[in-house]
């Protein structure tokens, strides 16, 4: 890939990879957003750079009020010129998209999708463009402590691997994958992995209420000893059920609370909901094949 703006010195920060890249956000919604403004936050891109695009007038006038970065109606517009191509639609909207851009993405350029399901076979082939990205980020993205899972095509070179690490790290962390089936399995760990929490949160919350506890402290109680357990894990070198071990004393009340947790097939049901949710990408990505292909026969 000839990148046409990243060896270019950035007038932001140095060190930038992205450098005086043009950036082209195709359907700005919260997690672009995200994205947009990490950059932006950490002067890895200034805002004359950025063209977003959105169907709505207000979301467009809100991201130019907020960001000072350009807008327009127009996908087409965002993408023109741009050396990197964020694409963040809704994945119905994709085979309607990628006929309105193919043809229409420098040939230099870097393409970064986080549209769910969407394979980089598909979009290649319907943006006829080499150099693709897929990414797979979560919700905690949005304030900036994500966990992003991607795959880049081997027309991604070493100057798009860095920008690429760049956009993402916005985010919070980011995961490179060199086989693309993992970005599905991603989807449904870390992708909905944050739905499996909230709830639990919600179940955890609506028990200490039941005992006694106001709602308000409930909460607080429930996220914060949540908060603390994955950071005590993650600073930790010992698997996760060595630490349950630890804190688990014979007869004790977190016996107790085990067992009644594996009576109820906690991790089996638990299990089940993340095979449903890979199942689901699976079924979403066959669906966008057949789609793009129906697109490149009519």
């Not at 991201?63 to 127009?74: N, Q």
């Not at 962390?173 to 760990?189: G, I, K, W, Y």
């Amino acid at each position: 890939m000839s990148s046409i703006g990243f060896g270019e010195t950035p007038s932001p920060a140095s060190g930038s990879s992205l450098g005086a890249a043009r950036l082209g956000v195709v359907g700005t919604g919260a997690m672009a957003e995200a994205m947009v403004a990490g950059l932006l936050g950490r002067t890895l891109i200034a805002p004359a750079q950025v063209t977003c695009s959105h169907p709505r007038r207000p979301r467009r006038e809100e991201l130019e009020v907020r960001w000072g970065v350009h807008v327009t109606e127009s996908n087409v517009a965002a993408v023109a010129g741009a050396d990197v191509v964020i694409l963040a639609v809704k994945p119905q909207v994709l085979s309607h998209l990628m006929p309105e851009l193919a043809g229409g993405i420098a040939p230099g350029a870097l393409v970064v999708s986080i549209v769910a399901g969407a394979s980089t076979v598909v979009l290649s082939r319907g943006l006829r463009h080499p150099a693709i990205v897929r990414a797979m980020p979560n919700t905690p993205a949005q304030i900036g402590s994500g966990m992003t899972v991607w795959y880049g095509t081997a027309e991604v070179d070493e100057r798009g691997v860095a920008a690429t690490r760049q956009l993402l790290s916005a985010l919070g962390q980011e995961f490179r994958v060199e086989d693309e089936s993992l970005v599905a399995m991603a989807t449904a760990v870390s992708g909905t992995g944050p739905t499996y929490t909230f709830l639990f949160l919600e179940a955890m919350i609506d028990a200490a209420v039941h005992l006694g506890f106001p709602r308000h402290v409930a909460r607080s109680l429930v996220v914060g000893t949540v908060l603390g357990a994955a950071e005590f894990a993650a600073k930790s070198d010992r698997h996760v059920a060595e630490l349950r071990d630890m804190v688990t004393s014979p007869g004790g009340t977190s016996a107790a609370a085990l067992a009644q947790l594996e009576r109820g097939r906690f991790r089996t049901v638990l299990g089940d909901a993340v095979w449903a949710a890979y199942n689901r990408t699976l079924e979403l990505e066959a669906r966008l094949d057949d789609a793009s292909r129906g697109s490149e026969n009519a």
